[in-house]
């Protein structure tokens, strides 16, 4: 009778653990570990039960691990992907922002890490040339300002200096080039203008002085 019972109670526990083999094999694990302790409540002396829910449980845990990982793979893609076209169209700031986005995701990775540097390195040499052109186009508003201030107080020569130094600034700008041509025509006639006014005088002194000795 005791032998009887034994072998029900072993068939049982038998039944229970195959079941849940079978669920951990499936990958099932919360059922398994619910299976696996149905099993211990038959047979509580065994350890087989136990080790198996702790081997269900360190699956399920490498499983979740393994899952966020490729999901964070699956993001981090579509991140770099997102950089990297918006590199291709010289949206450095976007650009950086993404791919330290994806950095985020997987630090080890170390395609982001040479994208993030080799972007920053574009932004500084693109920060450096802004400046540089805004310097540029400040000295070049002054030197136009000062030739227009020189032309208004009809210091010709002044102005024209002040225009080469422009067009060296800007080679070949139409606009100074005419304002150039324009200080240049004005010199001329400035000239032309006072030459004759000194030949005017030159002559006027020479008649006043044949009359000054015609009168003596």
């Known amino acids: 009778k005791e032998e009887a019972a034994a072998a029900k109670v072993q068939a049982e526990y038998d039944a229970a653990i195959e079941k849940a083999d079978q669920l951990l094999a499936a990958e099932q694990f919360d059922a398994a570990i619910t299976a696996y302790q149905e099993a211990q409540t038959i047979k509580p002396g065994e350890n087989y039960p136990a080790e198996q829910m702790a081997k269900a449980e360190l699956s399920k845990m490498e499983k979740r691990e393994a899952a966020e990982q490729a999901k964070k793979e699956e993001q981090y893609n579509t991140l770099i992907a997102k950089a990297d076209d918006l590199l291709s169209k010289s949206s450095l700031d976007e650009a950086l922002a993404t791919y330290q986005e994806a950095s985020a995701l997987l630090p080890s990775e170390k395609y982001a890490l040479k994208q993030i540097e080799e972007v920053q390195a574009l932004i500084a ?17 002054s030197y136009l300002e000062l030739a227009k201030d020189a032309s208004t107080q009809e210091n010709f020569q002044l102005a024209i200096e002040n225009y080469n130094k422009a067009l060296e600034l800007k080679k070949g700008d139409q606009q100074v080039k005419d304002l150039l041509k324009q200080a240049e025509l004005a010199l001329a006639q400035q000239e032309a203008k006072e030459a004759a006014a000194k030949k005017a005088q030159a002559a006027l002194e020479e008649k006043q002085q044949e009359y000054n000795e015609w009168v003596d």
């Not at 040499?125 to 508003?141: F, G, S």
């Open 125 to 141: 040499e693109q920060r450096k040339a802004e400046a540089e052109q805004k310097q540029l186009e400040e000295q070049l508003r």
